[in-house]
């Protein structure tokens, strides 16, 4: 190849090494199991932080845009598919069948963590709402909601889908008769559960109004003590159902939520509190939750607070021991100086064919050298220099 | 085995790092991770050797030298790196080298090896 500027070439460069990789690799994946929807998703990544990082320029572009579109497509998917994959466990219909299988596979490989990831916004925006589950249930104008989880999904045979917005917040509007997703709002199970039933209930006489309906987070269940188990455990929770008894859908799913929540021992007092309290069949609760009707839910209350007091106090005594440290790093001579100059942006890595030095004078024989100059990558096979000391 | 020298470049650090966001969502496993990224250094180093054809030349002054596990590394400050049609000035650069004679020593974890000529070896 001629004398080529090596800024120029470094796209091609850079994507044929990245192909080269790829492809590599992709036996590697195989062979521990590992999909090749990961394998696209590690491309992306690749890809993605090359053109953020603009030490390239832009190749890729127009793939690059639709990956990411597909990418997202493929995250709010994944959710869905958790929720339906527990739906179907419950309620297979041929129309959710059919849903899932378009959906990729990585659903099976990342749901929970996505979930994840979205709790702490979620619980904050929980929080931050402040709506009470019965105030969800007036918004709704539900009609005295009778009908069970399980049959709304049933008689309609439509699945919940659960999508992450961007923001990280996610809302539940289900549409009666298509089955198309819902955004469900990931939050702690509990909280999913009533959001998905109160949703459902109405749906369940094809209302329309019902449509546009978008759910907020309800407080239902306490986000402190419940946080990840999100969809999955709103999911089982929808599955139990159908051992219960008709009731209140809010009451019958939150109920439900709080023994995944038992089970898994993350049970927050409150949530239990709320859920009992909303037990009363036949009647829609509009005043609001934290009923304390039962003794435990209060003691549970009690414990939980004093929880919280001792890490606060465990925290002070830490705090007291740090600040009496800096007292004593201030005698140190500053080593700072040496670590600044070895802690350059601009970098070239590279090989040595032969470094030579005169006196004060160096030249510097180099090959084979990737440069990030002023934040542009740079390549060169052979680069001469010369410097004085 | 290929030198891991390249991992700290812009290619390799995004890939390290998707690859790290993967490990977090247990999507693959650390060792497979691994296995990207000696892959990546097979990679990485065929294509410097055999897809770039370009020469840079590069003068200024050498402020700290340290030869140390047959690695050179050089900070040099005010240098002009020039290629036939592209003037670059940076004020301070640092250039990591690892010997390019023998390919044999893997990463720079090479202490015991017999290198050839003594050369000024200052570890600070």
């Known amino acids: ?389 | 085995m290929a030198y891991q020298l390249y991992r700290n470049t812009t290619l390799g650090n995004s890939l390290q790092e998707s690859l790290d966001e993967l490990i977090q969502t247990q999507q693959i496993t650390p060792q497979l991770a691994l296995q990207v990224l000696l892959q990546f250094d097979k990679a990485i180093n065929t294509a410097l050797a055999n897809r770039v054809r370009n020469r840079v030349n590069f003068r200024g002054s050498l402020n700290t030298y340290r030869f140390c596990d047959n690695v050179w590394t050089f900070v040099l400050n005010d240098v002009e790196f020039r290629e036939v049609t592209d003037l670059v000035k940076v004020d301070k650069v640092k250039i990591v080298a690892c010997d390019g004679k023998s390919e044999s020593t893997q990463n720079k974890s090479d202490k015991w090896s017999v290198t050839q000529t003594p050369q000024i070896s200052v570890c600070l």
């Open chain 1, 1 to 389: 190849m001629a004398n080529v500027r090596g800024a120029v070439h470094k796209p091609k460069l850079y994507k044929s090494v990245i192909e080269d990789v790829i492809n590599e690799v992709r036996e590697l994946f195989l062979d521990e199991g590992v999909d090749e929807q990961v394998l696209l998703e590690l491309k992306t990544l690749w890809e993605n932080k090359l053109l953020q990082s603009k030490a390239v320029e832009g190749f890729h572009t127009e793939e690059q845009a639709a990956l990411q579109a597909a990418a997202q497509q493929q995250q709010q998917q994944q959710q869905q598919v958790q929720v339906q994959q527990v739906q179907q466990v419950q309620h297979v219909t041929q129309q959710a069948q059919a849903q899932q299988v378009i959906l990729p596979p990585q659903q099976q490989q990342a749901p929970q963590q996505q979930v994840i990831v979205q709790d702490p916004k979620i619980l904050q925006h929980m929080n931050a709402t402040g709506m009470s589950a019965a105030a969800t249930a007036a918004t709704l104008a539900l009609p005295t909601g009778v009908t069970p989880y399980q049959q709304l999904i049933t008689s309609q045979g439509q699945i919940l889908q659960v999508v992450r917005a961007a923001n990280g917040a996610q809302y539940i509007i289900q549409q009666p008769q298509q089955q198309i997703l819902l955004q469900q709002q990931m939050q702690p199970g509990g909280v999913q559960a009533p959001v998905i039933q109160q949703v459902l209930a109405p749906l369940q006489g094809g209302i329309p109004q019902q449509a546009g309906v978008i759910i907020q987070p309800q407080q239902i269940v306490l986000a402190s003590g419940n946080k990840v188990q999100g969809s999955t455990q709103v999911m089982q929770a929808m599955a139990q159902q159908q051992q219960q008894q008709p009731a209140q859908a809010a009451a019958a799913q939150v109920q439900q939520v709080q023994q995944l929540q038992q089970a898994q021992g993350a049970a927050a007092p409150q949530a239990q509190q709320q859920a009992q309290a909303q037990q009363p069949p036949m009647m829609l609760q509009v005043d609001g939750a934290g009923d304390t009707s039962s003794e435990e839910d209060e003691d549970e209350e009690e414990e939980y607070d004093e929880d919280e007091e001792e890490e606060k106090d465990k925290d002070g005594g830490e705090d007291g021991q740090v600040e009496e440290e800096p007292l004593n790093s201030g005698d140190d001579v500053s080593d700072e100086e040496d670590q600044e100059l070895f802690d350059t942006e601009n970098v070239v890595v590279c090989q040595y064919d032969k470094i030579h030095r005169s006196k004060n004078k160096w030249k510097f024989h180099l090959k084979d050298g990737i440069m990030n100059l002023n934040g542009k990558d740079y390549v060169f096979s052979k680069a001469i220099g010369d410097a004085e000391w």
